[in-house]
Structure formats: C-alpha cells, structure tokens
C-alpha cells in the first residue's frame, strides 16, 4: 500500500459530498467533500506500488485543464488497481455528482 498526496489549485468550496465507485476488483472510490477556497487537496491510497509518478500525471492533466473552474475539494481516492481511464472517470463522475446534487437542492 503506498499513500500520495497532491494539491491543485481551485475555486470556491465544493457545495456537498460525494461518494462514487467501489474498492474491490479493479476499481476504486471517490470520496468528496467541501475544501478550503482556493485549493484542492487529493489524497491517493493504492493497493499498487510504485505507480507514484502516474497518479501525478493523471491527476495533473485532470486538475489542469481547467484549474479555476474546479470547485475546491478534500478528494480521498482508495485505489484498488484502477486504469488511468477508470480514474478519470470515477473523478469526472464524482463531480458531476456533486453538480446534480447541488442542482436538485435549488428551488
């Protein structure tokens, strides 16, 4: 077990939590909650050793593209020897997540 820790910046705290995927089988979860403004905090936890150097780069690509547009986060991801494709899927779902969820709390 190996534990990264990696910081981005961000915009405004998230408005909720989020929690997506599943450990176990290949796959892994995403935990989501409200950050501090203006930062984004990602904490990896992988059943994979040595792989410290992709998970920047996957999550430098993610957090890159549009780093003011991200809303800031606390993101736990426990790895159970996901592809780089499953994690930018289940990172790309746990914030549409939260977006569906703020949408349904407006009036």
Do not use: C, H
């Not at 780069?57 to 790895?79: C, H, M, S, T, Y």
Request: proline fraction near 6%.
């Amino acid at each position: 077990m190996e534990t990264f820790d990696f910081q981005y910046p961000a915009g405004q705290p998230a408005s909720g939590r989020v929690m997506v995927g599943v450990v176990g089988s290949g796959d892994l979860e995403v935990l989501l909650e409200p950050g501090i403004a203006g930062q984004t905090r990602v904490r990896v936890t992988t059943s994979v050793n040595g792989y410290g150097a992709v998970w920047q780069a996957q999550l430098d690509r993610l957090f890159k593209a549009d780093a003011q547009g991200w809303p800031a986060v606390a993101l736990e991801i426990n790895d159970f020897g996901a592809t780089p494709g499953v994690v930018g899927m289940r990172v790309a779902q746990a914030f549409q997540s939260l977006g569906d969820a703020a949408a349904g709390e407006k009036p």
